[in-house]
């Protein structure tokens, strides 16, 4: 499974990509966790506002920081 943080190193994609690891870690998943600041590869997922979460390439939310409990659904959607 691949999980992409989409976002631009400000504080809430920090903050992102810091609940999508503990998501990971607290389902035990193995997972590549992915975090994407360019630009150009973001607008590739078309994402319009950060930050964002991706898994497995699918765009699930964009432009509002997920807590953890919202990211692990997201992560078991793809199981």
Same mark, same amino acid.
């Given at each position: 499974? @691949? /999980? @992409?943080v989409?976002? %631009?190193?400000?504080?809430e994609?920090?903050? *992102?990509?810091?609940?999508?690891?503990? +998501?990971? +870690?607290?389902?035990?998943?193995?997972?590549? /966790?992915?975090?994407i %600041?360019? $630009? *150009?590869? *973001? *607008? #590739?997922?078309?994402?319009? #506002? %950060?930050p964002? !979460?991706?898994?497995n390439?699918?765009?699930?939310?964009?432009?509002?920081? $997920?807590?953890?409990? #919202?990211?692990? +659904?997201?992560? @078991?959607?793809? !199981?």
């Amino acid at each position: 499974m @691949q /999980v @992409q943080v989409l976002g %631009t190193n400000c504080r809430e994609c920090s903050a *992102m990509e810091k609940n999508v690891r503990a +998501a990971v +870690a607290e389902l035990n998943l193995d997972a590549d /966790v992915i975090v994407i %600041t360019d $630009l *150009m590869k *973001m *607008m #590739e997922f078309n994402l319009l #506002e %950060t930050p964002g !979460l991706a898994v497995n390439g699918k765009v699930k939310a964009a432009g509002r920081l $997920l807590d953890v409990a #919202e990211i692990k +659904a997201y992560l @078991q959607e793809e !199981l």
